[in-house]
């Protein structure tokens, strides 16, 4: 568990949108272009409760920590999380850039949710399958050409990165479920939730911030400005069944 250190205070904003850039050390051949917009809101509205949760499925990130496989996240225990969270923040691309980033993970042969419909993924013709790919390229470069004119929104986007904290509005707060697209990490998305939620509960002159993570993800949080805790506590979960 880390614990946050001063944060500027910077204006506050519930909406905002931002350009953030693939790392240099990243595939040149990647299709995405090398900054993309992004829309950062911390408006509880703007959350479309089945799109977190396929986030949550896409990051494979459990709420279960009881469960060895995690499961499908309960979409009725979601919206009471959701609803209860002091401060959330969502991150949302253009719809076009979240699908060029899945197909290059696809073609690649990574692990990722298909694009195509059954009958197409059913298809025995790898030559078939390759001229449907260039057919459905062909024909969706007029509305990705229309989708770069338009104004990013979380109407009109997709959500690619999340992040929520808890508080007792006084003394501390703790940060959970920080999320990024596999295929958008290294972009500094994941910074960018992580600076807005800490400024948000800055402003409320809560500085006692925690941060639930994995031992691989704690250098990105010191890099977020997280240092072990001073008091030297650790965090330590209930794991004891109820039929126990």
Known sequence: MGFAVCVGNASLVSMELRWVRRSTCDDAASPLPRSIPVFISTL?????LEELRRLYSRCDHSCNRLSKNGGIVDMKKLRTAIS???????VFCKSHHAVLVEESTSENGDDAPVLYSEEETLSSSSLYAS????????????????????????SNGQLVGFGRAYSDYGLTASIHDLMVFPSLQRMGIGKLIVNRITRLLTSRDIYDIAALCLEHER??????????????????????????
């Open 84 to 90: 209860r969270s002091d401060v959330v923040v969502s």
């Open 44 to 48: 509880k509205k703007d959350i479309n």
């Open 131 to 154: 001229d449907l790919r260039k057919q459905n390229k062909d024909e969706s470069s007029l509305g990705d050409m229309f989708q770069d004119v338009l104004p990013l929104t979380p």
């Open 219 to 244: 250098p990105f949080f010191k890099a977020c400005g997280f240092a072990d805790d001073r008091m030297g506590s650790t965090t330590m979960m209930f794991t004891k069944s109820l039929e126990a």
